[in-house]
């Protein structure tokens, strides 16, 4: 049994991957700033790896630690570039379950994220998977605050080279500082979001 070193959590290490695109694919430029995206990732040990544990609520209630954490985490990166997206994900090792990461993704954990972040009207888009080092994991983006902001509909792809191992479970948290360049499908624009409910 590792130690906790973080809350009730043992965490082996932290990620940060950052991109900036100035360009589309076809190479038309952006039009106005670039769009960062942000993910940042926790690799955590699996106390339930290897075994049923029908009582995950131990997790759920030490996860809005983790979510002070990464809203930290995510200030610090973004500096002072003004987050528009967000989105979640998890990575289960295989001695794990699918359930043992989501219980790091419900509203405990992103409540500290929305605060930091000045407020998510809106639900954050997630998805996750069973996986071994170097796993490829599609994170969902959206609006913060509209859902149905059609050119904030994005995603962003990780990997990591020494992660999960079995008997853990990465947790990821992806952001972006606006929609996709050149989004041109109307709808609703995010300029126009202010003081809507979340679900819009």
């Known amino acids: 049994m590792k130690s906790p070193n973080f809350g009730i959590f043992h965490i082996r290490k932290w990620f940060l991957q950052v991109e900036d695109n100035l360009a589309g694919e076809t190479g038309a430029p952006a039009d106005g700033e670039p769009l960062r ?3 940042i990732a926790a690799c955590i040990h ?4 290897g075994r049923y544990e029908q ?3 131990a997790w759920i209630e030490g996860s809005p630690e983790l979510g002070r954490e990464f809203g930290r985490r995510i200030q610090e990166a973004a500096g002072n570039q003004k987050i528009e997206s967000y989105g979640k994900a998890i990575l289960v090792g295989m001695d794990g379950e699918y359930e043992h990461g989501n219980a790091l993704l419900t509203n405990p954990a992103a409540d500290p994220i929305r605060a930091t972040l000045g407020g998510g009207k809106s639900w954050v888009p997630s998805t996750g998977k069973r996986g071994v080092p170097g796993t490829i994991l599609d994170i969902p983006l959206a609006h913060k ?13 990780v990997s990591f080279n020494d992660a999960p191992n079995r008997d853990e479970v990465l947790v990821c948290w992806a952001f972006a500082t606006r929609g996709r360049l050149n989004a041109r499908l109307g709808g609703l ?11 819009v």
């Open 189 to 199: 624009k995010a300029a126009d979001v202010k003081g809507l409910d979340g679900l």
């Open 55 to 57: 009582d995950l609520s």
């Open 145 to 157: 605050d509209a859902l149905y902001v059609r050119s904030h509909y994005d995603s962003v792809s």
């Open 37 to 39: 995206k942000i993910v």
């Open 46 to 49: 699996n106390p339930c790896a």
